[in-house]
């Protein structure tokens, strides 16, 4: 079987190359992988709402600003030859401590950006926009 290149989801940013399966190569040696920007964006807002303490957009602001996209966690990543640096701005729940909050927050974005994006940190900003108290539902009381 020849080797023929072949292209899959180009317009995602995920291109591969395939070579003949009998040429006895480790298959992670067989092709690229290229992450869009917006990708690392995502995996970074998603670790960053893994982190107890940090509200997410759905409490954090009202249904417009939800709407338009101006919701929390804000991220901004920029990538750049293997390597990623990465300004997060989140929400945080009283009364948990802002430092401790940010340096959870550093730690689980690096962390799941070198795991699952394979990329080299070199920097993660934290900012803490606001801190809010979330009213507990109201209790139900039996009439």
């Known amino acids: 079987m020849a080797d023929r290149p072949a292209v899959l ?3 995602s940013g995920v291109q591969v190359q395939r070579a003949g399966d009998a040429d ?5 040696e067989r092709g690229i992988l290229i992450m869009k920007d917006r990708a690392v964006q995502r995996i970074a807002e ?17 249904t417009i ?16 030859g293997g390597r990623v640096r990465a300004d997060v701005e989140i929400v945080g729940r009283w009364p948990i401590p802002a430092a401790h909050l940010g340096a ?9 950006l070198q795991r699952l994006a394979g990329l080299r940190v070199d920097a993660v900003d934290v900012t803490i926009a606001k801190i809010i ?4 539902p ?4 039996v009439q």
């Open 46 to 62: 998603a670790a960053a709402l893994q982190v107890p303490g940090v509200i997410p957009a759905a409490q954090s602001t009202s």
């Open 24 to 28: 006895g190569r480790d298959p992670g």
């Open 133 to 136: 108290r979330v009213a507990a």
């Open 9 to 11: 989801d180009g317009a």
């Open 138 to 141: 109201p209790r139900r009381r």
């Open 104 to 112: 959870q927050v550093r730690a689980a974005v690096t962390e799941q």
């Open 65 to 80: 600003g939800a709407a338009l996209g101006r919701g929390y966690p804000r991220v901004d990543c920029d990538v750049a």
